[in-house]
């Protein structure tokens, strides 16, 4: 089968065929497909990112003895830096895409918290500035209003639910994803793909690939459906 349970993950072959259940909530019913793209290795990122905030805070500590308009002006420089190299690696990483089953409410969903995203880039981008320039210029309002920017984005994410209106990952391989979700719909995704397999499956389960999301009505799991709708 080109789904399986390992360790908790629902594993998804790329380029494999994933049943039409929804990946976020289980649903069924009028579930179709989006594509996605995913950076393979992503969940180094977390490690990336948490070394470049260090190194910065290093920088900016170092600098609060120097001229003020030369230390503004180095963590101009290091920001444009790291934002170059930011960039650099996320065009050199290689990518996959996966053709990902939503429902109608969660495809939704994940395009509002998509189209959030780049506020919560920016929020980010005003924490380091702030506390960078702070710490710089031995300036606490700075380094405050920094942690009053990060406390809002904190909250506005939480109350918006931000990060569960994406599907989970935990590995990203050239060949392979690893989905992080309820035992629940991992049980429902390996129990059709095995139907399917007994079947002889559908090109129509076809998981990469593709453009738009394809909205096609599916019955329930426990109602008379076919090869294709599964």
């Known amino acids: 089968m080109d789904v399986r349970l390992e360790q908790g993950l629902l594993c998804a072959r790329v380029g494999g065929r ?7 909530c289980g649903a069924t019913k ?19 990112g948490a070394a470049g905030g260090v190194f910065g805070a290093i ?5 609060r003895n120097v001229d003020r308009t030369l230390a503004v002006g180095a963590i101009v420089s290091l920001l444009a830096v790291v934002s170059v190299g930011a960039y650099i690696a996320h065009r050199l990483t290689p990518r996959v895409a996966m053709r990902v089953p939503l429902c109608g409410s969660c495809e939704s969903r994940w395009a509002e918290a998509e189209a959030r995203r780049i506020w919560y880039l920016l929020g980010l981008v005003a924490f380091l500035v702030l506390v960078l320039a702070g710490l710089a210029l031995d300036a606490t ?5 920094g942690m009053l920017v990060l ?10 639910d931000q990060a569960e209106r994406f599907a989970q ?31 002889g499956g559908s090109a129509d389960e076809v998981g990469n690939g593709g453009s738009a999301p394809d909205r096609e009505a599916e019955g329930d799991a426990s109602g008379t459906t076919g090869a294709v709708e599964e």
């Open 18 to 24: 994933i049943p039409k259940v929804c990946l976020l």
């Open 30 to 48: 009028d579930v179709g497909r989006r594509t996605q793209e995913y950076a393979v290795g992503a969940s180094y990122g977390t490690g990336a």
């Open 59 to 63: 920088m900016a500590q170092s600098l």
């Open 141 to 145: 309002a700075l380094m405050i209003a």
């Open 151 to 160: 406390i809002a984005l904190v909250t506005a994410a939480k109350i918006t």
């Open 169 to 199: 990952v935990g590995f990203v391989k050239k060949d392979e994803i690893g989905f992080r979700v309820s035992k629940e719909i991992a049980e429902k995704m390996i129990e059709r793909a095995q139907r399917r397999a007994d079947k």
